[in-house]
């Protein structure tokens, strides 16, 4: 097939593909010379042009009226509005009384002159993005012990080559299923896949051996299946002796995790974690990679870091074909994460607490270092600090939809409607700009072009396919005009995104992630570029002395354990035709009939207990409050567990019922564990 070449718009694979046709009817197909997919899509990547044409794409700004509506604007008018908003808030409670909410969604571009946006023409601390929900953890977990964080510091496509892999937590074979090839290439070739998961999922179905833990017993896993490899001699001394720090403590603490304590702490039959523990032990070249499944809880740090010390202690990361690596989930999460729209970052990865960072970032905006602002408050907290004396009281959302995406969503819902102004810039009127003073339509994926980095810190170049909607402009157009209605327009001088990443390269210098040899010409003509190079660790780690460092992880338990009155844990997850808060997907027919509503999984036994069967509609109820589902009944879910997936919102919104408790290091809430009940039912 011709066509334009560009990439997906979903997930962190960022599937290469090609488009041609017309934004009413796009015709797509995988792009076979793109080294991460080879041409295969997901049924989401499929279906991504339904969205560009779409009946319900808003294609005109939409600001509230006296009566309280959202109706019609002229950018003029919303944008006088959104200015006046925000002068407004910053009068009655200074400079941080305006907070920015971004988007791992988001291109490189616009992170970046988000957090420029945010620093300079706003002056505030309080920026912050829904990537704190989905990656912080194992990305603070990597910067301890590795001393750099990119999600695979090796390309993709070394899966098929390992010996082993232990895959903690994700789902790959419905969130990224052309993934898949690599998997089945590396077991085709004798290789093992070990799952460990509270449900079999489609990836377990398809694996050696299903480790099936109870949900936030993660860390006491790593911890076992450290203890056998060490008890079996099969940990790698001298790699640990040249290069690694802390490995002794580790040792000590590992040595009380045997088999049965591991079996009475993860539910693991302990003959597993021994079959487990031998696969490894055996294999020449083991992958230890995390999903959300250890990474989104309370301890999420905590939990990457037993997988990251698993990892050194068999002296793997570095190694070819080996190592940890995390798998990023949204389109641009690992980009998202290095360009300066989290709290405590400046561009290039760098700490915004770090004077020379302070000074270099200073140096290419033309101010002056003392005029940056500090670190501000996560993502959580900043919504959760609405309505408090100290808290924003003006917030400004690009591409994200926190009404459903963030934990005890009915409370972040209420504290969002205590702001006196929101400002949503979407392509749809998701449930957060629902409730917006100020909608702006935003171009999309395929209307612009623009860089995002992928799940392998693979720097990729979308190109602009068709021309956005008339009264359409892209989100770069929207900071550009709202930073000249703040007075601050010299400091955006281009919308373009090729002059943006230019300036974002240089922002990015000599910073862990550095860019700053990188042009769309060189990313066009090769397909994507790695920064720091293809593989990361071959010879030494990014920290003071060179050597990575084990971290001491134990007695790790989730915020709030089943008791009489929640008598089961709830985790949550994604399924294969939806995506994030599902504002675009859902509206995508194709998927919706795949994926059409949500479905609570339960295992058998539960079922008959509840006397409930397969489609009966359910509530599900915990301290934060109640759900209405369907019933899925399943073998492959543990008998004390409850999945829900979390792409909807209203009174299926799983997140109404998730857990806000934070990990202390990421932020990270914790949306994988909570205490549940089942109840019959229909109303939430
Ligand atoms: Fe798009 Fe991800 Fe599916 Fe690839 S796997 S087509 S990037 S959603």
Redesign the pocket.
């Known amino acids: 097939m011709s066509g334009v070449k560009t ?9 290469g ?1 090609r488009i041609e046709g017309s934004p009413q009817e796009p015709r797509i197909a ?1 792009d076979p010379d793109f080294p991460t ?1 080879r041409g ?7 279906s ?1 042009g339904v969205t560009l044409a779409h009946p319900e794409r808003l294609t005109t700004p939409l600001v509230r009226n006296v009566r309280g509506f959202l109706e019609p604007a002229t950018w003029d008018e919303a944008i006088a509005r959104t200015v006046e908003g925000f002068r407004e808030a910053r009068a009655q409670g200074g400079a941080d009384a305006v907070g920015v909410f971004g988007s791992g969604s988001l291109t490189n571009e616009k992170a970046y002159y988000l957090g420029k946006f945010a620093r300079v023409a706003l002056g505030t601390r309080m920026i912050d993005y829904n990537g704190r929900f989905c990656m912080s953890s194992a990305a603070a977990a990597s910067n301890k012990a590795l001393g750099v964080d990119r999600g695979l510091p090796f390309p993709l496509a070394d899966i098929a080559q390992a010996d082993a892999i232990l895959l903690v937590g994700s789902n790959v074979a419905e ?5 898949m090839q690599y998997f089945e290439a590396q077991r085709a070739r004798g290789g093992k896949l070990i799952v460990v998961d509270p449900r079999r999922s489609s990836t377990g179905l398809a694996a050696d051996l299903h480790l099936r833990l109870a949900p936030g017993s993660d860390a006491a896993v790593a911890n076992g299946l450290l203890h056998l490899l060490v008890r079996a001699g099969a940990v790698d001394a001298k790699y640990i002796r040249e290069r690694t720090e802390g490995f002794e403590a580790v040792r000590a603490v590992v040595a009380s995790y045997w088999p049965e304590r591991v079996e009475s702490l993860a539910g693991v039959p302990q003959a597993d974690l021994l079959r487990a523990a031998q696969i490894l032990a055996h294999a020449e070249t083991v992958m230890v990679l995390t999903g959300r499944g250890p990474e989104q809880q309370s301890h999420g740090v905590e939990n990457a870091l037993s997988y990251i010390n698993l990892a050194l202690a068999m002296g793997m990361v570095g190694k070819r074909n080996a190592g940890y690596g995390c798998l990023t989930g949204q ?1 641009n999460g690992q980009g998202g994460r290095e360009h300066g729209q989290k709290a405590d970052q400046l561009p290039g990865y760098r700490r915004i607490d770090d004077p020379a960072a302070r000074a270099h970032v200073a140096g290419v905006w033309g101010i002056d270092p003392e005029s940056i602002p500090g670190p501000g408050k996560s993502a959580y907290e900043m919504l959760d600090g609405i309505g408090e004396a100290e808290g924003i009281r003006a917030l400004f959302v690009m591409g994200s939809n926190p009404v459903v995406s963030a934990p005890n969503a009915r409370r972040i819902e209420a504290r969002l409607r205590e702001l006196q102004f929101l400002v949503v810039s979407d392509f749809f009127r998701s449930e957060t700009a629902d409730i917006a003073d100020v909608v702006f339509p935003a171009a999309q994926w395929a209307e612009e072009p623009g860089t995002t980095t992928n799940v392998e810190g693979r720097v990729i170049l979308r190109r602009r396919v068709f021309d956005p909607p008339q009264a359409v402009r892209t989100d770069l157009d929207l900071l550009c005009e709202l930073a000249a209605g703040l007075g601050k327009g010299e400091f955006f001088p281009s919308s373009d995104p090729e002059r943006v990443f230019v300036e974002l390269c240089r922002a990015s210098a000599g910073g862990p992630a550095d860019y700053s040899a990188m042009s769309y010409g060189e990313l066009d003509a090769k397909g994507g570029v790695h920064w720091g190079g293809e593989r990361l660790f071959h010879e030494r780690f990014p920290t003071p002395s060179g050597r990575a460092r084990f971290h001491v992880v134990h007695d790790v338990h989730p915020f709030e354990e089943p008791n009489e009155s929640y008598p089961l844990y709830l985790t949550t997850g994604r399924v294969l035709a939806q ?1 994030q808060s599902g504002t675009q997907t859902r509206r995508v027919p194709t998927l919706a009939k795949v994926n059409p509503e949500p479905l609570a999984e339960m295992h058998p036994l539960q079922a008959r207990r509840h006397g409930l069967s397969d489609g009966d509609a359910v509530i599900l109820a915990t301290r934060r409050g109640r759900a209405r589902f369907s019933v899925k009944v399943t073998p492959n879910i543990r008998e004390d567990t409850v999945f829900v997936p979390f792409h909807w919102g209203g009174v299926g919104s799983a997140n109404r019922l998730t857990q806000d408790a934070l990990d202390p290091t990421s932020r990270m809430p914790e949306f994988k564990v909570c205490a549940v009940r089942i109840e019959r039912g229909t109303s939430a």
């Not at 295969?40 to 499929?46: N, Q, R, T």
């Open positions: 990439h997906c718009p979903y997930c962190a694979l960022q599937c593909m995988g997919n295969a899509l997901c049924v989401k990547g499929w991504a969130t990224m299923p052309p993934l389109g995506y």
